[in-house]
C-alpha cells in the first residue's frame, strides 16, 4: 500500500463522514420545514394571511383622558341637531356647493346640548369581509350612526390601503388601534395611535394607511354631528 | 467510484433541498396574491330599469340601463344584480321603496331613477342611491341635461356611486387623449374611456406629440412641430387656445407634478436630451440628469417626490427612478433589453411601462422596489405605451391586436380589455385624465 492510495483511502473516509454528516444536516432542515407549517397551521388558522379583523371591546371615549396625550385627537363640540331633513330629497349638481357651505354654518353653530356618546357596536356579519364574532375592526363615537354603508366603505377603503409588514414575525398577531376623526366633508382631521402594539413598524403602516385612505366621502346627511371619531383595530395574521 | 456516487448523492439531497424551499417561497406568493384578491370584494347592487314618462322614449331608458351596468361591471367593484321582478312602478315606490325585498335577495344598494322632459326640452334624471340593510338614501341628484349631456351624466352617477359605497373615484367620468394620424398629420384626440364623445383637440396639420393632462384636468401640455421645432404647448381644453412654453430646441414628453406648480420634461442639451424640471410660475429651467446617453420620458410618482424614468446610459434602454432633485438615481428594470414609456400608478403601488422582447411589445408591470415583474398582455400584436386610469386599477393602452393600432382600456389582471378605439390611422401616446 502505497503512501498515495493510504491518502486516498483517508481521504475517502473522511469525505464518508462528511457527507454523512451534511445528509443528516439536510434532512433534518427537510423535516423542520415540512414540520413548522403543519405547526403553525394547527396553532393558527391560516386561511388568510392577513385580515384586518372586529374585535370587541370597550374603548375609551374618544377625547377623554384615556388617549393619550401625544394624539391629541380633539372632538369638536357636537353640533345643532339639524332641522329634519325631507325624507330623501334630491339635490341639484350646482346646489352642491352651496349645501357644503351650509354644512360649514351648520358646523359652527354652538349645541344646544351635548349629544351623549355610547358605544356603537357593529354587526359584524354585515360588514363584506368582516371578521370572526371574537374580534372587531372598528368603532364610532357617534350615540346613533346607523349608516353601516359608510361604515363598511371606510373599512374597505382602509384596508385597500393597508401594507402589512410581512414576513417581520415581531409583528404577528399584534393589534395596533389607530384613532381618527372626520370632518363633514369626510377630510382627515386627525390621527394617531391610540393603542400601540408594540411593533413600531405595524404601528406605523396602520397609521399610513389611514393618512392614505382619506379624505373619505362627505359623512351620511341623516348625521347630525359636525364630525366623527372612528377607531379602527388592525391585526397582523402571518 | 463511490466517491462521486455519493457526491451524486449529496448534490440529489441539495437539489431536493432548494426545490422543496422554492416550492414553499411559491407557495407563501400565491397565499400573498389570494388575499389581494379577496380584499377587493364586490358590491351587490339592484338596478331596476328607470320610470319615465317619455313613454315614446323606452329605448333611452334602456340605454341608461346599459350605460349603468356597463360603468358598474367595468369598474370591478360591483356584481349588477337582475331584480326585474321588483321594478318599482309609483313615483312613490322610487323615493322610498320596499326594502324588504330587496333585502331579502340579498341586494347592498339599490339605485332607482326617474326621467322626463321639461318644457324647454331639456331631459331631467333624478337618481337616487339606497343603502338596502339600513333602508336610507345615501345620495340623490337631480341633473337636468339635453339628450346629447344623458350619457355624461349617467357617468358622473356612477362614479359618484363607486366613490360613496367604496370610498374609491370612478373612472367613467374621465377623458384619455391620444394622437391619431386620422388626417395625415399626428393631431391630439380625446375620447371617454367607453369610447364615446371623440373629440379632436388640435387642428394645426403640423405634428402633435405626447399629451399630458393638467393637475385639474382643464389643460392638455403638448409637444407640438408647428413652429417647425418640437415645442412645448399648453392648451386651454375650455376654448382650445394653445399657447407656446418652451421653444427653440426640443422640448417633448412633458410630464405635471401632483403639486401643480411643476412639470418635468425632456430637453436637448447640445443633442443630448436630458430630463429637466420646469417652474410654470417662474417659467425657469432646471436640468436634473447628466448622463452622456439619452434620458427621457420623465412621470411623477403620485407623491411628486420622485421620478422614473427612460435612460440608456448602459447601452440599452431602461426604467430609472431618481428624486425630484436629480439625486439617487437607482435602476428600476434589469430583465430585457428594451424597457419604456412608464406611467406611475396613482395609488403609488405598481410602475407600467411596455417591454420588446423577442422583437414584440407588451405592457408590463413592477412596483417601485424592482419587484413583482410580470408581464400584462401577451400573444395579441403589440401592445405600448401605457397610462393609469385614476384610481389605479385599469390601463389604457394601444395594441395592434385588431389590425391597425387601436386604444384599449384593461384592468390590472390584464382581463377585461376594452377597445375604445380603432381603424383611426393609429392611435399613439395614450394619457388617462386624474
Request: a negative charge; hydrophobic letters at 35%.
Amino acid at each position: 500500500m502505497d503512501y498515495f492510495s493510504g491518502l486516498v483511502q483517508e481521504h475517502s473516509r473522511r469525505t464518508l463522514v462528511a457527507v454523512m454528516i451534511s445528509t443528516a444536516c439536510h434532512l433534518l432542515s427537510i423535516l423542520l420545514i415540512v414540520l413548522l407549517p403543519m405547526l403553525r397551521a394547527r396553532s393558527i388558522d391560516s386561511d388568510h394571511v392577513v385580515d384586518v379583523t372586529l374585535f370587541d371591546y370597550a374603548l375609551p371615549e374618544l377625547g377623554s383622558d384615556i388617549v393619550p396625550a401625544a394624539v391629541s385627537i380633539e372632538k369638536p363640540k357636537p353640533a345643532e341637531p339639524p332641522k329634519p331633513v325631507p325624507k330623501n330629497e334630491l339635490v341639484d349638481p350646482s346646489d352642491a356647493e352651496l349645501k357644503r357651505m351650509k354644512n360649514r354654518e351648520k358646523d359652527r353653530t354652538p349645541p344646544p346640548k351635548a349629544a351623549t356618546e355610547e358605544e356603537f357596536a357593529m354587526q359584524s356579519d354585515l360588514l363584506p369581509g368582516g371578521g370572526g364574532q371574537t374580534m372587531g375592526s372598528m368603532r364610532v363615537d357617534a350615540k346613533d350612526f346607523p349608516f353601516l354603508y359608510y361604515l363598511a366603505m371606510m373599512k374597505s377603503k382602509v384596508s385597500e390601503n393597508w401594507i402589512p409588514p410581512f414576513g417581520s414575525f415581531e409583528a404577528e398577531n399584534k393589534r395596533v388601534v389607530i384613532s381618527f376623526r372626520i370632518d363633514r366633508q369626510g377630510r382627515l382631521l386627525a390621527s394617531g395611535i391610540e393603542e400601540t402594539s408594540g411593533d413600531t413598524i405595524l404601528d406605523q403602516s396602520a397609521l399610513r394607511a389611514v393618512i392614505v385612505s382619506a379624505p373619505f366621502p362627505s359623512l351620511p346627511e341623516g348625521y347630525s354631528d359636525s364630525s366623527l371619531g372612528v377607531h379602527f383595530g388592525f391585526i397582523c395574521k402571518l | 467510484m463511490t466517491f462521486t456516487k455519493r457526491k451524486q448523492m449529496n448534490r440529489l439531497v441539495t437539489g431536493f433541498f432548494l426545490a422543496w424551499t422554492a416550492v414553499s417561497v411559491c407557495r407563501s406568493a400565491d397565499v400573498y396574491f389570494d388575499i389581494t384578491a379577496s380584499q377587493a370584494k364586490k358590491i351587490d347592487i339592484a338596478l331596476p330599469l328607470f320610470n319615465s314618462e317619455l313613454s315614446e322614449q323606452p329605448e333611452l331608458v334602456r340605454e341608461i340601463h346599459s350605460i349603468f351596468r356597463q360603468d358598474f361591471e367595468f369598474s370591478g367593484r360591483f356584481n349588477v344584480i337582475d331584480i326585474s321582478p321588483f321594478f318599482p312602478t309609483s313615483e312613490k315606490e322610487l323615493v322610498n321603496p320596499d326594502f324588504g325585498q330587496y333585502y331579502l335577495v340579498g341586494v347592498q344598494s339599490l339605485l332607482t331613477g326617474y326621467i322626463n322632459q321639461g318644457p324647454d326640452g331639456d331631459y331631467r334624471i333624478s337618481i337616487r342611491l339606497f343603502d338596502v340593510r339600513m333602508g336610507q338614501q345615501i345620495v340623490g341628484i337631480r341633473y337636468t341635461t339635453p339628450l346629447s349631456g344623458v350619457r355624461s351624466v349617467i357617468h358622473k352617477f356612477a362614479d359618484e356611486v363607486q366613490y360613496r359605497l367604496t370610498g374609491e373615484r370612478g373612472i367613467n367620468d374621465t377623458r384619455i387623449a391620444f394622437t391619431s394620424r386620422r388626417t395625415g398629420n399626428a393631431e391630439v384626440y380625446t375620447v371617454d374611456p367607453d369610447g364615446s364623445n371623440l373629440t379632436q383637440i388640435t387642428r394645426n396639420g403640423s405634428i402633435n406629440l405626447s399629451p399630458a393632462w393638467s393637475v385639474e384636468n382643464a389643460e392638455l401640455f403638448i409637444t407640438s412641430y408647428q413652429q417647425k421645432y418640437p415645442d412645448l404647448y399648453v392648451i386651454d381644453l375650455a376654448d382650445s387656445t394653445s399657447m407656446p412654453l418652451l421653444q427653440g430646441g426640443m422640448h417633448i414628453t412633458p410630464a405635471p407634478n401632483p403639486d401643480g406648480i411643476h412639470l418635468a420634461l425632456t430637453i436637448s442639451y447640445e443633442g443630448d436630451p436630458e430630463i429637466s424640471l420646469y417652474n410654470l410660475e417662474t417659467k425657469k429651467v432646471r436640468r436634473l440628469t447628466f448622463s452622456s446617453g439619452v434620458d427621457t420620458n420623465p412621470v411623477f410618482a403620485p407623491n411628486g417626490r420622485e421620478l422614473v424614468f427612460v435612460s440608456d446610459r448602459t447601452g440599452s434602454p431602461q426604467l430609472y427612478i431618481m428624486d425630484i432633485d436629480g439625486a439617487n438615481i437607482r435602476r428600476l428594470t434589469s430583465v430585457g433589453n428594451y424597457n419604456t414609456a412608464p406611467d406611475w400608478s396613482p395609488r403609488g403601488d405598481w410602475i407600467a411601462y411596455h417591454s420588446r422582447r423577442d422583437g414584440v411589445f407588451n405592457i408590463w408591470m413592477i412596483r417601485p422596489n424592482g419587484s413583482d415583474e410580470h408581464p400584462l398582455t401577451s400573444e395579441a400584436g403589440h401592445n405600448e405605451d401605457p397610462s393609469f386610469g385614476r384610481n389605479g386599477r385599469h390601463i389604457a393602452f394601444t395594441s395592434t391586436r385588431d389590425g391597425s393600432k387601436g386604444l384599449y382600456v384593461m384592468d390590472l389582471s390584464g382581463r377585461n380589455i376594452r377597445r375604445i378605439v380603432h381603424a383611426m390611422g393609429g392611435c399613439e401616446n395614450p394619457a388617462w385624465s386624474r
